[in-house]
């Protein structure tokens, strides 16, 4: 309990820390901050992407095409469908509860719609063929997550089929030691991460004071971002209690891997600290872990799953469209089916609504005025999104979990 409370106060310290020198205005801390927060960011990176890949790998291999691989499976994804589900439906709720009005089209007709449709001009599908690797080394050069998912699935499922034999063995030897020297790298980084949290905190600091995130749709805004913090603190702690699993425990054990999403804007990135926050504080079998978080890195988007929807509406709703009954719950629908699919990485919401919308022929100019603060709407989705993956995990860990909480694929 100790070192926890220790954890905590290095945490808030942290934070206060990042919050003064953000204040202070100075061009030297500034520069300094954003150097130290670029170097988080990269390392984040870099480690997100093995520790996918191995992870997914060794668990097939040793788990293979059995049951066991399947209820783990088919549990993520109940709770992963339940979870987006609830998050779209809470947000039209609340689309027509606070029910912002249609904008002047002045106020975004001179936005440049095709600078906007210049940001993803690629399709919804061209995602999923982008994603098929023609090489071996295109899923980790371009960090292409759910490419690296795919990869790491086949190899995983191959290695389970081969027969019991040394080149078998020594593949998987390989693999583990690979494994364990990355997990002792990220150990690393997490050691060090209150130092990344200050720079965070004064960059995010020093841009709000300077106006960089300042305007708001008003309305708009509030829906997305009460939407996403009910789903936050209120339907997730449902979910958790509902499987005897204490929200407040359970909040209070991911707050690192919570502060770092906030400030990465990005699943992936963050997905090294998720993982040490759910074996080694929520106390998950590695098993489900190194499974279930890689892939619900893509799957799983509560917070973007709100997103599209709020925003398909209200770009609709200012293009005309008669939001109907049939017409919102088929965006439900769209809404989940387009978060599963999504990246795992900064403002891939957003690229995927615009996307959508664009395809639909409706103004998209009104995107161009989400954008300024789309900045902190993202900060607080991808927040919800790894919490949200969390609990996925853990409630599968509590439905097939064993008492013993080591894992045979340590």
Not at 189 to 209: E, R
Not at 295 to 317: D, E, H, P, R, Y
Not at 334 to 345: L, R, Y
Request: charged share 10%.
């Amino acid at each position: 309990m100790s070192k926890q409370i220790k954890q905590v106060i290095f945490w808030v310290g942290a934070l206060i820390i990042g919050v003064i020198l953000g204040s202070l205005h100075v061009e030297a801390v500034d520069k300094t901050c954003n150097f130290v927060a670029t170097v988080f960011t990269r390392l984040f990176k870099f480690t997100a992407v093995p520790a996918i890949a191995v992870s997914v790998m060794t668990t097939l291999a040793m788990l293979g095409g059995n049951k066991e691989t399947g209820k783990i499976f088919r549990r993520t994804l109940m709770y992963t469908l339940l979870t987006t589900l609830a998050a779209s439906t809470l947000a039209a709720i609340l689309f027509f509860a606070i029910n912002p009005e249609v904008l002047s089209t002045s106020v975004y007709e001179g936005v440049a719609e095709d600078t906007l449709a210049s940001m993803n001009s690629s399709s919804f599908l061209d995602y999923f063929v982008i994603a098929i690797p023609d090489n071996i080394l295109y899923p980790f050069v371009s960090g292409n997550v759910l490419s690296i998912l795919i990869v790491s699935f086949s190899f995983g499922f191959a290695i389970s089929r081969m027969k019991e034999s040394e080149k078998k063995t020594a593949i998987l030897n390989v693999i583990n030691g690979f494994q364990e020297m990355v997990f002792i790298v990220i150990g690393w980084i997490i050691a060090i991460l209150p130092v990344g949290i200050i720079a965070f905190t004064a960059q995010l600091v020093s841009d709000l004071s300077a106006g960089i995130v300042t305007d708001s749709i008003g309305r708009y805004v509030a829906v997305v971002l009460s939407g996403n913090l009910l789903q936050f603190f209120v339907i997730l702690s449902i979910f958790l209690l509902i499987r005897g699993i204490n929200p407040g425990k359970h909040f209070k054990n991911m707050i690192p891997a919570i502060l770092t999403a906030l400030f990465t804007k990005s699943s992936a990135a963050t997905l090294p600290v998720t993982m040490d926050c759910v074996e080694n504080r929520v106390k998950c079998q590695k098993k489900f872990s190194r499974f279930i978080l890689p892939m619900c890195t893509t799957i799983n988007m509560n917070g973007c799953a709100a997103f599209i929807l709020v925003t398909s509406l209200f770009v609709m709703k200012n293009g005309g469209v008669d939001l109907n009954l049939i017409t919102v719950v088929s965006w439900i629908l769209i809404s989940v089916i387009s978060a599963v699919g999504n990246a795992g990485v900064p403002m891939g919401c957003f690229f995927l609504t615009l996307s959508l919308m664009a395809g639909k022929g409706m103004p998209i100019g009104v995107m161009g005025i989400i954008l300024p603060i789309y900045a902190i709407i993202d900060m607080i989705e991808t927040a919800v999104n790894i919490y949200s993956d969390s609990c996925v995990c853990a409630m599968v860990n509590k439905d097939l979990g064993q008492a013993d909480e080591e894992s045979p694929v340590a």
